[in-house]
């Protein structure tokens, strides 16, 4: 995994704590919200969306190297200071894209802030509860199982991460679990609250999902598009939870589509 | 010097594929209920009940429960409909609960109240006990892991305030509210039951059980590094201006006594046998470090110097830290697996298991290497029989006890019963016991 040198790290203070983030490129501004394990750094599908937007991949409060709120005990206290940071931003809108658990802020910051978007991607978020099938629970697992879950087959995440991830890679995961279970250990990974909520969103949203997504049933897919009234679905075959790891180029072109759509 | 008794009540089914290497996944938290059998449990907690009736009356102080869910070792899940019916059916014994998992209680009002009612039935014989859990318990109550520590402690001021302070109030706490605290039930014991705090591994928790001065009962841990928490509890408390003495230490450890030296063996081995219990050291049992270990649960860097127990690491999924801990020691690690584990326990004192001529001078070298005041013979687990706790009781009773009374005279020996942890200076009424025996059989 290797982080380009078109990534400046950046902080942004907010009184609630300081934000570190990612910054390259240059054009319509792109936000990105990492997974529940965090950001590990630049890869290659932001490196493929610095080439063409000024791309902003932030630690979400908590995670990384951004300070933890030690006060925040729901998804919507980190989508609220999420926000704040997009607030802070010199730009007054942005293109927000979630993966995974990231959609799942992402979603919730839509349906508070939606003025400040320009559009939405979704991929692989849950936030509702699914009415098939299990948000699959990373509590129940090594948290190296749980990523090797995460990708459709274990060759990919060997690749990525190697047959043992280094000691860096498995301390960030270690620091971001903690904050997930702080946030988000029950209900595990959804809000009744939110579904209802998503009727009311505007705003064109993304969802992009792998067919074969074993952490997010489809199902959840299903639900946001039903519920959104401007919302597309694109399930790409042969990919997991991690479909931007598995198959970046795609991603990117189905990503930059849907920018391009709304700028 | 103060003697209880203590089994973890395990769910002994040999025909549920639970017990021992049967080839089905013993791994804890992974075994199915769909295998039990409610006509064997109606059986064993009526036995176990028994069991501590015959406690009492062979002289025992103390008799202990603990609690523990989702888990053939221990059937303990509701402890204290255990400890409310032994309220009733004895007359003498206090009544320890080591301990109600505080962290776990989403009502810790409905805690006070029952901790009351069974110190009020009881009269006035219960001790109280409460413990952060392990992340085993976290998951199979759900409570939020990263939020143990805090949740322990305002589910324990909480409780403090129920049983002292005159109601109704309110409570606006972080994690725990009540527009309306006014339970209709105090504690008999005034100002309210003692409190022990059993642990195994947690700094955190001695810390703070010495700023409060409350007892610490250390649970089966090696001897060396019992002495080092110990000295520990010390150093705490000396900060905080005390002194301590043996009415601050408790030990939790196995004895077994037999007929004869061969029952005792075949008797002693069973410890290591039964329902997969990953806390019996040697057991078959294993837990899974990741539910053990759940995020935020307890701090990596601070822990006992009983991590450099394996078995008490690993049984808390804490195997890497005490790899480290022993790297800093620049010694070999140990093996995780003993050649045999039985006779491995029995050379380092974590399982005493003889004829009461074997068993008393090895009981006298734990009480001179620690210096309790309060201890607690585990005995009749794994798959030991109704007739192995039997004898063992009953030889306790008739040469056990009465060799460690005189043990702790002459040592100096003095339980929380005898000087008051608070203050350190004597209890002036040390006759509780009796009097609450009396009391008893006047409203009887």
């Known amino acids: ?263 | 010097m103060f003697v209880g008794y203590f089994t973890e009540r395990p769910y002994q089914d040999p025909n549920s594929g639970y017990f021992g290497a049967t080839g089905r996944s013993i791994t804890d938290l992974t075994m199915s209920n769909a295998s039990y059998n409610p006509k064997l449990g109606a059986h064993l907690y009526n036995r176990y009940l028994d069991e501590k009736i015959f406690a009492e009356e062979m002289g025992f102080d103390g008799l202990m429960l603990n609690e523990h869910h989702s888990t053939p070792f221990c059937m303990g899940g509701v402890m204290n409909l255990e400890a409310a019916i032994l309220a009733r059916i004895t007359k003498r014994a206090k009544i320890v609960l080591l301990g109600n998992i505080l962290p776990i209680w989403d009502d810790p009002l409905f805690l006070a109240e029952e901790l009351a009612e069974i110190d009020m039935i009881s009269r006035g014989r219960l001790v109280t006990g409460w413990v952060r859990g392990t992340g085993r318990e976290s998951v199979a109550h759900n409570a939020v892991a990263p939020y143990n520590w805090e949740r322990f402690q305002e589910a324990h001021d909480f409780i403090i305030d129920a049983w002292t302070r005159p109601g109704p109030f309110r409570w606006e706490g972080e994690h725990y509210q009540f527009r309306y605290v006014n339970p209709w039930s105090r504690p008999y014991q005034d100002p309210h039951p003692p409190i022990w705090i059993p642990g195994v591994m947690s700094r955190n928790t001695v810390a703070w059980a010495a700023r409060q001065r409350y007892p610490y009962v250390m649970l089966a841990t090696e001897l060396e590094p019992t002495k080092q928490s110990y000295e520990y509890y010390t150093e705490v408390a000396k900060e905080e201006g005390y002194e301590t003495g043996t009415q601050h230490r408790g030990y939790l450890f196995k004895v077994h006594v037999d007929e004869t030296e061969k029952l005792a063996d075949e008797a002693g081995r069973k410890f290591v046998q039964g329902p997969s219990n990953p806390f019996l050291e040697g057991n078959q049992g294993t837990v899974r470090p990741f539910i053990q270990n759940l995020p935020g649960l307890t701090q990596r860097n601070n822990l006992l110097p009983t991590i450099k127990s394996f078995a008490a690491a690993a049984s808390r999924g804490r195997a890497d830290q005490h790899k480290e801990a022993k790297e800093e020691e620049k010694k070999p690690v140990e093996p995780p697996k003993p050649r045999d584990t039985y006779i491995d326990q029995t050379e380092k004192y974590s399982i005493i298991s003889g004829t009461p001529d074997t068993v008393i001078p090895r009981v006298r070298h734990v009480l001179e290497t620690l210096r309790p005041g309060s201890i607690f013979f585990w005995d009749g687990d794994g798959a030991m029989s109704h007739e192995d706790s039997m004898r063992s009781l009953r030889l306790m009773g008739q040469e056990v006890i009465p060799a460690v009374r005189e043990m702790a005279k002459e040592l100096d020996l003095k339980s929380p019963f005898e000087v008051d942890p608070k203050t350190n200076k004597p209890v002036e009424d040390i006759s509780s016991l009796e009097e609450s025996a009396t009391t008893a059989s006047l409203a009887d």
């Not at chain 1, 997974?35 to 610095?50: F, K």
């Not at chain 1, 919302?231 to 991603?251: C, D, F, I, Q, R």
């Open chain 1, 1 to 263: 995994m290797s982080e380009s040198d078109l990534f400046v790290e950046k902080s942004l203070k907010l009184e609630t704590g300081t934000i570190s983030y990612l910054e390259a490129g240059n054009g319509p501004t792109v936000v990105c919200l990492h997974h529940s394990w965090g950001s590990v750094g630049a890869i290659r599908l932001h490196e493929l969306l610095a080439q063409s937007y000024r791309l902003i991949v932030p630690d979400m409060p908590g995670w990384g190297a951004s300070e933890r709120p030690l006060w925040a005990r729901d998804v919507r206290d980190i989508s609220i200071l999420c926000g704040h940071f997009i607030n802070q931003l010199d730009t007054p809108q942005v293109h927000l894209i979630g993966f995974g658990f990231g959609g799942y802020v992402a979603a919730e910051l839509a349906v508070m802030n939606s003025q400040i978007l320009d559009s939405l991607t979704l991929i692989g978020a849950p936030g509702l509860f699914p009415r098939e099938g299990e948000i699959l629970d990373q509590m129940m697992f090594s948290h190296r199982q749980y990523v090797k879950e995460s990708f459709v087959d274990e060759a990919t995440f060997i690749e990525q991460f190697g047959e043992e991830p280094s000691q860096a890679i498995r301390d960030v995961w270690d620091h971001s679990r903690e904050m997930t279970a702080r946030v988000a250990w029950k209900p595990y990974f959804f809000n009744r609250r939110l579904e209802p909520m998503l009727a009311n969103l505007k705003t064109n949203t993304l969802l992009i999902w792998g067919a074969s997504d074993k952490v997010v049933p489809r199902s959840v897919a299903e639900q946001y598009l039903k519920q959104l009234p401007n919302s597309n679905l694109h399930v790409l075959p042969n990919a997991g939870h991690l479909l931007e790891l598995e198959w970046p180029e795609k991603v990117e072109t189905l990503i930059s589509e849907h920018i391009n759509l709304n700028i």
